[in-house]
Nanobody, 121 residues
Framework: QVQLVESGGGLVQPGGSLRLSCAAS????????MGWYRQAPGKQRELVAT???????NFADSVKDRFTISRDNAKKMVTLQMNSLKPEDTAVYYC???????????????WGQGTQVTVSS
């Protein structure tokens, strides 16, 4: 079993910052890509940012230059630093890690439970 636990969501004023973290636990042999996605009410889930094992990052155009993503492989953790937040960043944020639980097994996507981020004055 693999579990992802997210933390760090909340309410923030426009222009503020929040830091989201996601830690994986369980029978993990290796982790490939880690990332963050978000889903606003009435909209589809969308990619926010991803980071590979080598540290290469990818961001949605809407968050470039405002958000950064990092990972700590030893802690099986991915972090999203969100700066200059806007009301349109309001959503439930989900972490995803692509994990292998055996050395011969397939890579599988595991998701966190989601954490609410609300940007409002």
């Amino acid at each position: 079993q693999v579990q992802l636990v997210e933390s760090g969501g909340g309410l923030v004023q426009p222009g503020g910052s929040l830091r989201l973290s996601c830690a994986a636990s369980g029978s993990i042999v290796s982790i490939n890509v880690m990332g963050w996605y978000r889903q606003a009410p009435g909209k589809q889930r969308e990619l926010v940012a991803t980071i590979t094992t080598g540290g290469a990052t990818n961001f949605a155009d809407s968050v470039k230059d405002r958000f950064t993503i990092s990972r700590d492989n030893a802690k099986k953790m991915v972090t999203l630093q969100m700066n200059s937040l806007k009301p349109e960043d309001t959503a439930v944020y989900y972490c995803k890690q692509v994990v292998r639980t055996t050395s011969w097994g397939a890579w599988r996507d595991y998701w966190g439970q989601g954490t609410q981020v609300t940007v409002s004055s």
